[in-house]
T-cell receptor, first 111, second 120 residues
Framework: GQQVMQIPQYQHVQEGEDFTTYCNSS?????IQWYKQRPGGHPVFLIQ?????EVKKQKRLTFQFGEAKKNSSLHITATQTTDVGTYFC???????????FGTGTRLKVLA | GAVVSQHPSWVICKSGTSVKIECRSL??????MFWYRQFPKQSLMLMAT?????????EQGVEKDKFLINHASLTLSTLTVTSAHPEDSSFYIC????????????????FGPGTRLTVL
């Protein structure tokens, strides 16, 4: 079945360092969404990318959708302790509106 | 706007009992809601899709007789875990698609705060 993998699984960074998580789908996606889940919390929608090669920015966060629409990345510049949490990508299962969540990348930021 | 609530936020029950979890969209109508399960330090696994006025569709491997879903109105879906066992202990999260956004082809899911179920 369709799989969405993320690397790395964990990342510890020093505050101020950059962070990137990569998302890879086994199938082409019509769009990709990114979510952030704080420890003990629920996923919060960050952004949706639709177009091939699309790049979107939200302050220190940069999201990119691959040209083949099978991969995506989230880059955080100059991490802060408030960035701590698990970042998930999610893509729709082929031909449906059901979203398959990636394996997630857990980010810890050391002050 | 776009707030989804879940009740209860946590529940502890004895093995063999049933537990009902409610998911409500507070300020929008949701024709479709989703139920996910998340084990500690793992990703969200879709259990079923709840459709207002019709039967829920379950993902492969999810027992429909054990996880009963009812979506009786455009703002409420319920998940009942029947004859709960310790292995059912998990974080259950619902999400809802705003019907108006679906029409406009925006595809955001709004997540509830989750329900932590512990079965003793």
């Amino acid at each position: 079945g369709q799989q969405v993998m993320q690397i790395p699984q964990y990342q510890h960074v020093q505050e101020g360092e950059d962070f990137t998580t990569y998302c890879n789908s086994s199938t082409t996606l019509s769009n990709i969404q990114w979510y952030k889940q704080r420890p003990g919390g629920h996923p919060v929608f960050l952004i949706q990318l639709v177009k091939s090669g699309e790049v979107k920015k939200q302050k220190r966060l940069t999201f990119q959708f691959g040209e083949a629409k099978k991969n995506s990345s989230l880059h955080i510049t100059a991490t802060q302790t408030t960035d701590v949490g698990t970042y998930f990508c999610a893509g729709p299962a082929s031909g449906t509106y059901k979203y398959i969540f990636g394996t997630g990348t857990r980010l810890k930021v050391l002050a | 706007g776009a707030v989804v609530s879940q009740h209860p936020s946590w529940v502890i029950c004895k093995s063999g009992t049933s537990v009902k979890i409610e998911c409500r969209s507070l300020d929008f109508q949701a024709t479709t809601m989703f139920w996910y399960r998340q084990f500690p330090k793992q990703s969200l696994m879709l259990m079923a899709t709840s459709n207002e006025g019709s039967k829920a569709t379950y993902e492969q491997g999810v027992e429909k007789d054990k996880f009963l879903i009812n979506h009786a109105s455009l703002t409420l879906s319920t998940l009942t875990v029947t004859s709960a066992h310790p292995e059912d202990s998990s974080f259950y999260i619902c999400s809802a698609r705003d019907t108006a956004e679906v029409i406009s082809r925006t595809d955001t899911q709004y997540f509830g705060p989750g329900t932590r179920l512990t079965v003793l």
